[in-house]
C-alpha cells in the first residue's frame, strides 16, 4: 500500500518568509510525528498528533512553529518568518498504534527547507 | 538531557563480513529502541525494533538488548555493498500523550567494502 506522503519535497523560502509543509500518513495510522533532520544528525522531535489533537508539541523550537491535523489524517506544519536556521529536512512519520511505547513509525520521504 | 550515543563511523567491513553497530543511551525508562537505515539523501527506513532484553534476529539483522548496561545493538550478518548506509540508533523517551516520542542517535555510517 501506499506510504508516508510528503509535499513538497523541497522547499526554498526567503528569510522572514511563511511555509507550509504538507504530510499525508499511512491510510488507517492515527499516529502523526513531525521530526527535523539537520545535516550529519538523527531527527530530532517536533511534535506527536493523535487524531486531530497535537498531544506533544514538546519540541517545537518557538511560538513560530505550528502544526495542525483538522481531520485527523493529513497534517500541515507551519513555520511563520522563516530563519536560515529552519533550514533541515523536515520528516513525517505515522503509526497505527494509538498509545504506548511499540508503535513502530513509518518515514516519509521529507521536505528539505532551504531559506535563503 | 535524554541522550543517544553512536560512535560516527565510518565503519568499513569487507563483504560477507559481520557488521557491528552500537548505541548507548541514558534513560533508564526507555521501553522501546529502533534501528533505522538511512542512505544518502534518503529517509530513515525501519528495520528492526527491540523491546525486552536478549537477542532478536530477523534474516541476516540481529538486534541485541541489554537494560541494565543501556546498550542496545545491531549485528548484520554476511554485508553486502548494498548496506553500505547510517544506520540510526532511537530510543522512545516515555510516551507522553499516549505516542512514542523517539530520541536518535547521530548515526553510525556502515561502508561494506568490495
Not at chain 1, 533550514?87 to 521529507?110: I, M
Not at chain 2, 538511512?38 to 536478549?54: A, D, R, T, V
Request: net charge neutral; with cysteine.
Amino acid at each position: 500500500g501506499a506510504g508516508v506522503s510528503q509535499t513538497p519535497s523541497n522547499k526554498v523560502t526567503e528569510k522572514g518568509k511563511y511555509v507550509e509543509l504538507r504530510c499525508d500518513p499511512i491510510s488507517g495510522h492515527t499516529a502523526l510525528y513531525w521530526y527535523r533532520q539537520s545535516l550529519g544528525q538523527g531527527p530530532e522531535f517536533l511534535i506527536y498528533f493523535q487524531g486531530t489533537g497535537a498531544a506533544d508539541d514538546s519540541g517545537l523550537p518557538n511560538d513560530r512553529f505550528f502544526a495542525v491535523r483538522p481531520e485527523g489524517s493529513v497534517s500541515t506544519l507551519k513555520i511563520q518568518r522563516t530563519e536560515r536556521g529552519d533550514s533541515a529536512v523536515y520528516l513525517c512519520a505515522s503509526s497505527a498504534n494509538s498509545g504506548g511505547p511499540y508503535g513502530e513509525q513509518f518515514f516519509g520521504p521529507g521536505t528539505r527547507l532551504t531559506v535563503l | 538531557q535524554k541522550e543517544v550515543e553512536q560512535n560516527s563511523g565510518p565503519l568499513s567491513v569487507p563483504e560477507g563480513a559481520i557488521a557491528s553497530l552500537n548505541c548507548t543511551y541514558s534513560d533508564r525508562g526507555s521501553q522501546s529502541f529502533f534501528w533505522y537505515r538511512q542512505y544518502s539523501g534518503k529517509s530513515p527506513e525501519l528495520i528492526m525494533f527491540i523491546y525486552s532484553n536478549g537477542d532478536k534476529e530477523d534474516g541476516r539483522f540481529t538486534a541485541q538488548l541489554n537494560k541494565a548496561s543501556q546498550y542496545v545493538s545491531l549485528l548484520i550478518r554476511d554485508s553486502q555493498p548494498s548496506d553500505s548506509a547510517t544506520y540510526l540508533c532511537a530510543v522512545n523517551e516515555g510516551f507522553t500523550g499516549g505516542g512514542n516520542k523517539l530520541t536518535f542517535g547521530t548515526g553510525t555510517q556502515l561502508k561494506v567494502e568490495l
